[in-house]
């Protein structure tokens, strides 16, 4: 399998039966970069994962979107035709109306109100579940990883976007599609956001944002946020300023959070997590010279890594086969 030129990215071998057994479903979990999907059999085992470039298409990705899940559905058929889903998970970004299946915006990606969830049935020949992609990699991590035995808990992805998921007495709480949005609270002066408003988190602390900042201060090109760190490292006086004005900017909105809601635990993902201490020494450390008689949460790593979401998305239509089904209401019933 490994060898296989179509295989871009694959699980760790640790997590291949974390998923139990169960209905054999399929996976898709939309990113600002990636489209990731993947085939699990009834054992609860991801046979292979699959990543392709998401297709941006304006107004019409939404389409473009559906039509590549397509696409995906037809390579798992030809390399594994004894396994037959009966149901598949769809998670994007942005805001999402779980309850309509629709995607109701996603800034970064250009659909608005598309119904992802009756076109996705259609094209897959598929019952599909629809959620959002934050939501369903926490809900992972709660199930699977890091989150796992705390009740009151949050889990904050930090990556192109930041969002995160909220669990309240061990409860998923939505607010209706809007909860987690914590990448767009206030908490500078700057720079513009991509959803309108001004000094967003998302704007100054995502991946995406360090290393655009960094290349607006130094007018030196930065690939992403680990290029920076490595040249705030290095003495690098403008990385180094950067870097620590998204720690400033992470510890105010977590100081906010744990106001708000005195979180057992904070569990962080995304890329950004992936810098180790450089992130959550000095993050905690920050959050702590803020704080005063509120609980200290654990800050901690996510352990499931970049594929949480689709791990969710293939939990989310796990439980949708499992969901109780209403009976039909007869015609002049009342």
Known sequence: MASDPRLDDRLDDRLDDRLGAGHPVLAFDVGGTDLKAALVDASGRIVELLRRPTPLAGAETGDAVVAAAAALRDEFRRTHPQIEPLAAGLVVPGHVDEARGVGVL???????????????????????????????????????????????????????????????????????????EVGHSRVADGP???????????????????????????????????EVLERAAAG???????????????ALDLSHTVALLAPEAIVIGGGLAQAGDDLFVPLAQRLDGILT???????????????????????????????????PVREGAR
């Open 106 to 180: 996603a800034e970064n990606l250009g659909w608005r109100d598309y119904p992802f969830r009756e076109r996705a049935a259609g094209a897959l020949a598929l019952p599909v579940s629809f959620s959002h992609d934050v939501r369903a990699a926490g809900e992972a991590e709660y199930r699977l990883g890091a989150a796992k035995g705390f009740r009151d808990v949050v889990v904050m992805a930090i990556g192109t976007g930041i969002a995160a998921a909220i669990f309240i007495d061990g409860t998923l709480f939505t607010g209706g599609g809007m909860a987690g």
């Open 293 to 327: 008689f509120h609980r200290r949460p654990a800050l901690l790593a996510a352990r499931i890594g970049e594929n949480a979401g689709v791990i969710g998305a293939a939990l989310r239509a796990r439980e949708a086969l499992s969901a109780p089904v209403a009976a």
């Open 236 to 250: 690098d006086p403008a990385a180094r300023a950067i870097w620590d004005s998204a720690l400033d900017a992470l």
């Open 192 to 226: 513009d956001c991509a959803c309108g408003g001004r000094g967003c988190l998302e704007a100054v602390a995502s991946a995406a944002a360090i290393a655009r900042r960094y290349t607006a201060l130094s007018g030196v090109p930065a690939s992403g946020s680990r």
